[in-house]
């Protein structure tokens, strides 16, 4: 029942993001969709006990900072 729950919200999330986003793909709307992809396929696998919980914040911490660092402008000279 919980992984139904979890694929819903995470189905939910992509239609929401696709939606309403702008055209195109900036560093922005790759951001948030590598954060949403992230989550929602590490809560499946931790769910359906693929993945440990140890695991799942280690790839939590890691998309935060892909996502963060593409964010962060590049100082130009």
Do not use: D, H
């Given at each position: 029942?919980?992984?139904?729950?979890?694929?819903?919200?995470?189905?939910?999330?992509?239609?929401?993001?696709?939606?309403?986003?702008?055209?195109?793909?900036?560093?922005?709307?790759?951001?948030?969709?590598?954060?949403?992809?992230?989550?929602?396929?590490?809560?499946?696998?931790?769910?359906?006990?693929?993945?440990?919980?140890?695991a799942?914040?280690?790839?939590l911490?890691?998309?935060?900072?892909?996502?963060?660092?593409?964010?962060?402008g590049?100082?130009?000279?």
């Open positions: 029942m919980s992984m139904i729950i979890v694929a819903l919200l995470s189905g939910g999330a992509m239609l929401g993001f696709f939606l309403t986003k702008t055209p195109g793909f900036g560093r922005y709307n790759t951001a948030i969709l590598a954060i949403i992809l992230a989550l929602s396929f590490g809560s499946i696998g931790l769910i359906a006990g693929l993945i440990r919980e140890q799942f914040a280690s790839l911490m890691a998309i935060v900072g892909f996502a963060g660092g593409m964010v962060v590049k100082e130009r000279p």
